[in-house]
């Protein structure tokens, strides 16, 4: 399998590959074994590298670090079905990971999809998430409400619509080297949030057989399921972190999320985008680290 190997990378930690139910996850682990595990859940269209300016402060803070390449990415498995990349199954996969690290709980940190499957996992699953921290990816209710009532919403998740096509989509993506995924991340980020040597990392994830098509599956299989969750409200302490210059989701989302949490926090950043991990990876961990002592209050 190629992909994007940490070998590749400065990034500390070591690869492994994780069996975790019905699919094996390729992740990269750092970290004291003792430490706090801290799940980092990435999302579209990036893999584990989306932390890899996070992997160091975290781990010299003594947390022991997860970060997978979620179901479909990079060099983790890659079901063909549609159906496979249901948000259950996609949850189930988390659950499995602790699982397999041998944590009974984690605190879960998610970007965009990853922050869905991170909401998810505290919806259905509450006990194996210690702390919640989802940046720029909406509660699950709060995003589906808006999409019904808020047509500026609807307008700017237009591509969800597209990825609904058959081959078109992963046929677009592929042109003159990726230029779209590239152009998209590039026009909708801070200026230097990624460089070069960033996208020809996500350009060989990309390239693994299958891995678009399975990106894609994601956003297909939330479409046809109509999946909703079980439950609203949302019991472990919860950190809402958001960029308000995201170009996908409206920033009144971030309030509406964190109004279904019973111990929620809401940290909205004015000069931040979609992507404030890359933009503000310090500051991320500073606010991280504040919502992991939390879970330590009486």
């Not at 400065?10 to 390729?26: F, I, Q």
Request: aromatic content about 10%; overall charge negative.
């Amino acid at each position: 399998m190629n992909g994007l190997e940490l070998s590749e990378t400065d990034c500390p930690g070591t690869a492994t590959s994780l069996e975790v139910g019905e699919v094996t996850l390729h992740a990269v682990v750092a970290g004291p074994d003792d430490g706090e595990p801290v799940v980092l859940l990435h999302g579209f269209p990036e893999c584990w590298y989306a932390w890899h300016d996070l992997l160091g402060p975290l781990t010299a803070a003594g947390y022991r670090v997860i970060a997978p390449d979620q179901r479909g990415y990079n060099r983790s498995d890659k079901p063909r079905p549609v159906s496979a990349y249901r948000p259950d199954a996609l949850a189930r996969d988390i659950s499995g990971l602790l699982d397999a690290v041998g944590a009974a709980d984690a605190h879960v940190v998610g970007h965009d999809w990853g922050a869905l499957v991170a909401w998810w996992l505290a919806l259905h699953d509450p006990d194996r998430v210690r702390t919640l921290s989802a940046l720029n990816v909406p509660h699950p209710t709060a995003f589906r409400r808006a999409l019904v009532s808020d047509p500026r919403q609807l307008l700017r998740s237009w591509y969800a619509l597209f990825f609904q096509l058959p081959w078109l989509p992963e046929a677009a993506a592929r042109f003159d080297n990726w230029r779209i995924a590239v152009e998209s991340m590039a026009d909708t980020s801070r200026p230097g949030a990624f460089d070069t040597v960033d996208f020809d990392r996500y350009r060989r994830a990309w390239n693994v057989a299958g891995a678009y098509r399975s990106m894609v599956h994601w956003y297909r299989a939330v479409v046809r399921e109509n999946a909703r969750p079980r439950r609203d409200r949302v019991d472990p302490p919860t950190l809402v972190l958001w960029g308000a210059e995201d170009a996908f989701l409206r920033r009144s989302l971030a309030a509406k999320s964190s109004a279904y949490c019973d111990r929620g926090r809401l940290v909205l950043w004015e000069d931040a985008t979609h992507w404030l991990h890359h933009e503000h990876p310090g500051r991320v961990v500073d606010q991280l680290t504040r919502q992991f002592e939390i879970a330590d209050e009486p």
